[in-house]
């Protein structure tokens, strides 16, 4: 059946590497709306192959995300469905047969070079000014060494032989044709050396399987279709039609990042947003609405989004425009919902429950509790060069290492003894004392000298605010020079 007569079903793929990210809603939020427009099927798949970045708590995160923000799915891991499971990790045995498949046929082969020998590859190609790629020294080997080796239980990936010379041509339905010369296609890694398969082969191997009729995702994914395409030729599969949507930009243009704006969902979530808000915001990006309409629900969104009318040019994450435009909704709601919204995010049980511990050896009355946990509450600090500068260290080496910090935490785990460790590691490395990092850092989330304790406080305000709080500092600190 050509993708035209099929019946409409398109999914959305994330990975459960970490904090939800802005990006996947808006991605989401596409899917959502072309499945519902054309009575299709929205399918959410979790792509957890990557057990290096897996993040045990991210999976329900995701799902916590999106339903928050409405983005209710017809298939998936935790609704089911009749094609599923719908966790890569639960269907790696298709992913073998698949590989099996094209290994019989002449179309991958196995590679067993070693991380050392293809680091060394990238190097001579580097100093050579040449593209980053595979020079097919495995694909030379005999049956006889294939066999060897394996007998020798040598590890091995296994790659896409991609024709030479040759070229690749797809439709983009947006953008019309594109064409890739093979001299630029790399014979990609399908299956790892743990077993898994990579990105490219599952989500060939799980859209053919799943009868995905659109392939809706950021257009950073350009550049790895010549790669799907390939594999949906070497299977003798009908490739799905392919929507490059534009990437989301930063106020200058640069793609959008953690190191300029929050990209988690969870921070929006946590820091008071209204998902009609989000939603509506998300659904301004791109240019898919009328140009004369602002504020809209997602049912409006759904009849009225028109897909032709999305620009190419990248769309501007600008959050002052979703602050503004959260501020239209929350002025809009009856006090007694604006309370309970209140009572459900800032105010909210559970995080009162955690910050009462915090304060309640330092009390002598109950007001006392609001001066001691103001930072909690704000939105944000402003700590003066006095508060956060480390005595004989100059304002340019505290802010160097105040962008260290924020690097470093990005990539630490969210508990006590990884932060302990991660500050203390960061003091080595910058030949600080642990004393002066963790000042920095309890001046840079307080905003005083001292506070209830310092890790507990982090580990309640949570990742995501403790993160933009550190972003927002920097960015202020350095406009001020």
């Not at 001579?124 to 980053?132: F, V």
């Not at 969210?414 to 302990?420: G, P, T």
């Not at 002066?436 to 890790?455: C, D, H, N, Q, Y």
């Amino acid at each position: 059946m050509s993708p035209d007569a099929a019946p409409v079903r398109v999914r959305i793929a994330p990975s459960p590497t970490g904090d939800p990210h802005v990006g996947t809603a808006y991605i989401a939020l596409l899917n959502y709306l072309f499945a519902r427009q054309r009575g299709g099927r929205f399918i959410l798949r979790i792509e957890d192959t990557d057990r290096t970045r897996f993040v045990g708590t991210s999976e329900q995160m995701i799902y916590d995300s999106l339903r928050w923000l409405g983005l209710a799915w017809d298939e998936g891991p935790d609704v089911g469905g009749a094609y599923g499971p719908y966790r890569q990790s639960e269907r790696t045995e298709l992913y073998r047969q698949a590989v099996d498949q094209l290994l019989h046929a002449g179309q991958a082969y196995r590679c067993f070079c070693t991380p050392e020998r293809l680091e060394a590859m990238r190097q001579q190609q580097a100093a050579a000014h040449q593209p980053p790629r595979y020079d097919r020294t495995c694909l030379q080997l005999t049956p006889a060494e294939v066999q060897a080796r394996l007998a020798g239980q040598h590890p091995y990936v296994v790659r896409l032989m991609v024709p030479q010379p040759g070229e690749t041509v797809f439709r983009d339905e947006l953008r019309g044709e594109i064409r890739f010369d093979h001299a630029n296609v790399d014979d990609q890694v399908l299956l790892k050396s743990d077993g898994y398969p990579t990105y490219h082969l599952a989500n060939v191997v799980d859209d053919h399987a799943m009868e995905i009729s659109d392939v809706i995702r950021a257009e950073e994914w350009i550049s790895s279709t010549p790669k799907h395409v390939l594999l949906y030729g070497a299977f003798g599969w009908t490739a799905p039609r392919f929507w490059h949507m534009p990437l989301l930009r930063n106020p200058d243009k640069s793609k959008i990042s953690k190191r300029k704006n929050p990209v988690s969902l969870v921070y929006y979530r946590q820091a008071g947003f209204l998902p009609q808000a989000m939603i509506n915001f998300l659904g301004l990006l791109g240019g898919g609405m009328p140009a004369d309409l602002e504020k809209f629900t997602l049912d409006e969104m759904t009849e009225k989004f028109q897909f032709e009318r999305i620009s190419l040019g990248g769309p501007v994450f600008d959050l002052e425009k979703l602050r503004w435009l959260n501020g239209v909704y929350l002025r809009a709601l009856p006090p007694e919902e604006l309370l309970n919204e209140l009572r459900t995010t800032v105010f909210g049980q559970p995080y009162l429950r955690q910050i009462v511990p915090l304060v309640q050896e330092r009390i002598e009355t109950l007001a006392q509790a609001a001066d001691l946990a103001d930072f909690l509450f704000r939105d944000e600090v402003a700590p003066p060069p006095e508060v956060y500068l480390p005595k004989k260290r100059t304002r340019e080496e505290t802010l160097k290492a105040g962008a260290e910090l924020l690097a470093a935490l990005e990539a630490a785990e969210w508990s006590h003894a990884e932060l302990e460790a991660e500050l203390r590691r960061l003091a080595d490395k910058l030949g600080w004392t642990a004393k002066e990092v963790f000042m920095l850092f309890r001046a840079i989330l307080t905003g005083k000298t001292a506070s209830p304790p310092l890790l507990e406080s982090a580990l309640v305000f949570g990742k995501a605010r403790t993160l933009d709080r550190l972003r927002r500092f920097l960015e202020r600190e350095k406009a001020r020079r």
